[in-house]
């Protein structure tokens, strides 16, 4: 029995047919109000939260490089360091959605993050390249309690008129977190080891992790299910499978990473290569543009509160589209320009569509999360892969044609959406 539908019965009632059973009241949701104290707590915890998993993430990437030099690996060896880690986080992710009903989101994360960033410590000391990889992997499993366990945090405690607003904070918290984990890390690694950045990283999220926990409200209308049964958590991914709304924001999610992955993956081939011939340090300073997903996902999060989300979601595609054409350019300021505005469209629409999941949802929303993410995540996994292919036979004129036919796309699934925002249901508690 939820919390939104609890049975308000007096003790002694005679429940014969002559003395019916009182009326049913329903308990409304203890939101979180914007201006609360516990308001602005949460979007600092939640900022912590996305910083800390996000730079976990991502912190190898610009170190690669130095991973194929230290242990003597291939580059394609190499990547195995992130992608062993994204790649068991999209599974994760899933198992942890459903895992949360019966254990708590609050706990989950708090031990999720912590775990993580003691295994980035592990991998900064260890002596072979096979047991960073398994530090890596490790790493992958244990931050798929993150994520979706965040997005169905927020939608079950903050009032949904500011939802957009709190979701936009998280996002910005994962902006710079992405960022710092592929740019710090390359800096730090030009001053002292890569050994030193990755213990300094993991020590910096253990304290976030910490700051986390002490910060973020307890929970208030979340409503445990002890024990584990696969039938309702297979009936819970079904019903959203189901849902013609909901896919269609799975839609945008899996759009929105593959135009964003493929870019930058992309980008960095291209920058290194003639005629531009930029060094690995100058190169990794295109990450810098996330900086502006920091601002936009925060700004993007309050409007959709105010406008709805479909005029939001049009416009981050539409910033997307003119920042893939102008990439097209030789010249190295407009490549710039255009990488800056795919950033901002992106961290725009992903804002938007993550905080749609649960109003959509309605119900489990743990487990709509974790459906989500692992869409996102295979547009990351999927098309980062497939633009491969188009980089290798047609050049960055391929890979602008893909990504900016996935902005088109996602232009279409926007305009599907319904036109207001979609309003909390009675029961949307019930588990």
């Not at 910005?172 to 890569?194: K, N």
């Not at 992309?266 to 290194?272: Q, V």
């Not at 997307?320 to 992106?346: F, H, R």
């Not at 309003?423 to 949307?428: D, E, F, I, L, V």
Request: proline share 5%; aromatic share 10%.
């Amino acid at each position: 029995m939820s919390q939104a539908s609890a049975l308000q019965l007096d003790v002694g009632t005679d429940l014969s047919p002559r003395n019916p059973p009182v009326e049913i009241q329903e308990i409304p949701p203890a939101w979180i109000r914007r201006g609360t104290r516990d308001y602005r707590n949460a979007g600092y915890a939640l900022f912590f939260l996305g910083f800390a998993s996000f730079s976990l993430i991502y912190c190898v990437q610009p170190l690669l490089p130095e991973f194929a030099r230290s242990f003597g690996v291939s580059p394609a060896e190499s990547s195995l360091a992130l992608s062993l880690t994204t790649g068991l986080l999209a599974v994760s992710i899933v198992l942890a959605g459903a895992f949360s009903q019966a254990i708590g989101r609050r706990g989950l994360m708090f031990v999720s993050m912590s775990l993580a960033a003691l295994l980035n410590i592990v991998a900064g000391l260890v002596p072979s390249w096979h047991w960073l990889l398994v530090a890596r992997a490790l790493e992958g499993v244990v931050l798929g309690g993150v994520p979706a366990v965040a997005m169905a945090w927020l939608a079950e405690e903050i009032d949904p008129a500011h939802l957009g607003k709190a979701m936009g904070l998280y996002i910005g918290g994962t902006a710079f977190g992405a960022m710092m984990g592929r740019v710090g890390m390359g800096l730090v690694t030009d001053y002292a080891s890569w050994h030193i950045a990755m213990i300094v990283l993991g020590a910096l999220c253990l304290a976030a992790a910490i700051a986390f926990l002490k910060l973020l409200p307890p929970s208030r209308n979340f409503v445990r299910q002890p024990g584990f049964n696969p039938r309702f958590h297979i009936e819970a991914w079904g019903m959203h499978l189901r849902n013609g709304r909901l896919l269609r924001v799975y839609a945008l999610g899996f759009t929105l990473t593959s135009i964003f992955s493929a870019l930058f993956n992309y980008t960095t081939f291209r920058l290194s290569g003639t005629p531009y011939a930029l060094s690995q340090s100058q190169v990794s300073l295109i990450f810098l543009a996330f900086a502006l997903g920091i601002v936009s996902s925060s700004v993007a999060g309050g409007l959709a509160d105010k406008f709805g989300r479909k005029p939001l979601l049009l416009a981050g595609f539409a910033i997307m589209l003119v920042g893939v054409l102008l990439t097209v350019s030789t010249s190295l300021v407009i490549i710039s320009a255009g990488i800056a505005l795919v950033a901002t469209g992106y961290f725009i629409g992903h804002s938007v569509a993550s905080g749609a999941v649960g109003p959509v949802a309605g119900r489990h929303k743990g487990h709509a999360a974790s459906l989500y993410l692992l869409f996102y995540y295979l547009g990351a996994s999927v098309t980062g892969s497939v633009a491969g292919w188009f980089w290798q036979h047609g050049g960055w004129s391929a890979v602008a044609a893909l990504t900016g036919g996935f902005a088109l796309l996602g232009t279409v699934l926007a305009l599907t959406l319904p036109r207001a925002n979609v309003k909390p249901r009675p029961n949307q508690f019930s588990q």
